[in-house]
T-cell receptor, first 117, second 110 residues
């Protein structure tokens, strides 16, 4: 169990357009979902934390108006990159955690590679 | 501030060799996880190990929370073990989110 999917797996878009990435927990209900960003040969950086039905909490330095997060249900969160620019090109990874009695244990999606031309 | 440091940054192994990866963290933790990121970017959960020792096949991990470090052991390494290994910590002071270390890039040569 604990499978997380992401769609699309890769996307190319033109500068100035918006792109939406979906993150789904397939076999469990995710109380919290997280969005990360990873540049080549670097570590993962947390962008924001979202709980179902409430506004996302963004990390310092992440523009909330540029990276719109919606957590509509216990199995779906979306990240929309608005007015994308080439510097937004990156690998975006989501994760989901479930209430299991343990302190936070996250399960990761396969990632979405975004290229902005 | 809170920090997670991994060593070594890079590791080249001959197939069949054993190795130890280290993760040092700066504060008290709720949770610590080890992940393997494969060449396609997928993060695979290896261990959830806020304390103690666990083993899964050729991999094992030990976390000594009082001394603020965790070790990941790879025995009899295989080429499929290549990739990046990340340690990620949920610090008590940080509010239920994971802070990732810089990773150890492992290459296992046949």
């Amino acid at each position: 169990g604990a499978v997380v999917s992401q769609h699309p797996s890769w996307v190319i878009c033109k500068s100035g357009t918006s792109v939406k990435i979906e993150c789904r927990s397939l076999d469990f209900q995710a109380t919290t979902m997280f969005w990360y960003r990873q540049f080549p040969k670097q570590s993962l950086m947390l962008m924001a934390t979202s709980n179902e039905g409430s506004k996302a909490t963004y990390e310092q330095g992440v523009e909330k108006d540029k990276f719109l997060i919606n957590h509509a249900s216990l199995t779906l969160s979306t990240l929309t990159v608005t007015s994308a620019h080439p510097e937004d090109s990156s690998f975006y990874i989501c994760s989901a955690s479930r209430a299991s009695g343990r302190a936070l244990e996250q399960y990761f999606g396969p990632g979405t590679r975004l290229t902005v031309t | 501030g809170i920090q997670v440091e991994q060593s070594p940054p890079d590791l080249i192994l001959q197939e069949g060799a054993n190795s130890t990866l280290r993760c040092n963290f700066s504060d008290s933790v709720n949770n610590l996880q080890w992940f393997h990121q494969n060449p396609w970017g997928q993060l695979i959960n290896l261990f959830y190990i806020p304390s103690g020792t666990k083993q899964n096949g050729r991999l094992s991990a030990t976390t000594v929370a009082t001394e603020r470090y965790s070790l990941l052991y790879i025995s009899s390494s295989q080429t499929t073990d290549s990739g990046v290994y990340f340690c990620a910590v949920d610090f008590k002071a940080a509010g239920n989110k994971l802070t990732f270390g810089g990773g150890t890039r492992v290459l296992v040569k046949p």
